[in-house]
């Protein structure tokens, strides 16, 4: 079944290409009359769609891009046939095309960092509920920065701080979040609204990050930067939980997961 964002995009393919249709022997004439010459285009394909390799100037950047798009597409895949939303033979395809195009989940620079530090985790003994979750982020200048979860929040929201300090220049071991504030939140999820998971996750966290400025000069240096977080390649270790990905979305970060969950229960609350 074809949802609305896909249909969306096809009925805007389609108009355009008409109007194509509609405007080519016009153009056509047009070019003709200027150069003096026969058209180099010969039909509306060959006026729009067979022009887009003439923009390419760096093919070596085409291509990795490319090889990467290729990794950050199995990752969904591998996902939605997780999460129920696709069948077994679209994951097949996507593995497919991994094979012939010779990617792997290795050639994504954030994967095996996020994985190393859920491993670190579980070594630790840090994780929360017996559930060890790793996260990376490749910032622009090259740096790989990693999070982890804990019983106070989720490893996207420890990645997310982790990142803000380094840009910042702060000292990895200080503290941006009011103890307070933590504790006053986790009682309202915990013990009045009766949430299974007290840790916070990034959406909650930004926003606490956000009240901290207001009287911690740190936090405020930290929050200056989560511009620069923009565009950034994430990979997690596990399907980021409904604040996660929200939290996420509002950086609007490069996201890629493991088909894993965060959680033992497919509820969250």
């Known amino acids: 079944m074809i949802d609305e964002h896909h249909l969306r995009a096809y009925n ?8 194509d249709i509609e405007a080519f022997h016009l153009v056509k004439r047009i070019i003709e009359k200027i150069t003096g010459a026969e ?12 022009r887009a390799s003439s923009g390419i100037v760096n093919d070596r950047l085409i291509i990795e891009a490319s090889h990467q798009e290729v990794i950050r597409r199995y990752f969904r895949c591998a996902v939605e046939y997780t999460m129920g939303l696709v069948d077994k ?5 996507a593995i497919e095309i991994m094979n012939k195009t010779g990617a792997k989940v290795e050639d994504r620079k954030v994967v095996m960092p996020a994985r190393e530090a859920a491993r670190n985790a579980e070594k630790e003994g840090k994780g929360n509920a017996g559930i060890f979750c790793g996260a990376s982020i490749e910032l622009h200048d090259g740096t790989i ?13 420890s990645l997310i701080l982790n990142a803000t300090k380094y840009l910042a220049e702060l000292p990895d071991n200080m503290f ?5 504030i933590i504790d006053s939140v986790t009682h309202l999820k915990r013990d009045i ?11 909650e966290t930004l926003i606490i990050l956000g009240i901290s400025a207001l009287s911690n000069p740190a936090a405020q240096m930290a929050l200056e930067k989560l511009k620069y977080i923009r565009d950034c ?14 939290g996420l979305r509002k950086l609007k970060v490069n996201l890629t997961c493991d088909p894993e969950y965060s959680s033992k229960s497919l509820f969250i609350t």
Request: hydrophobic content about 30%.
């Open 89 to 93: 033979d679209t994951l097949s395809r």
């Open 233 to 246: 390649e994430v990979h997690l270790t596990h399907i980021p939980t409904p604040g996660d990905e929200a």
């Open 193 to 203: 609204l009766y949430g299974k998971m007290a840790s916070l996750d990034l959406d």
């Open 145 to 157: 920065i990693t999070g982890k979860n804990s019983p106070l929040m989720h490893a996207s929201s």
């Open 39 to 50: 058209s180099m285009y010969q039909s509306p394909t060959d006026m729009g769609v067979n």
């Open 176 to 180: 941006l979040l009011p103890e307070s």
């Open 12 to 19: 805007v393919k389609v108009v355009n290409y008409n109007r």
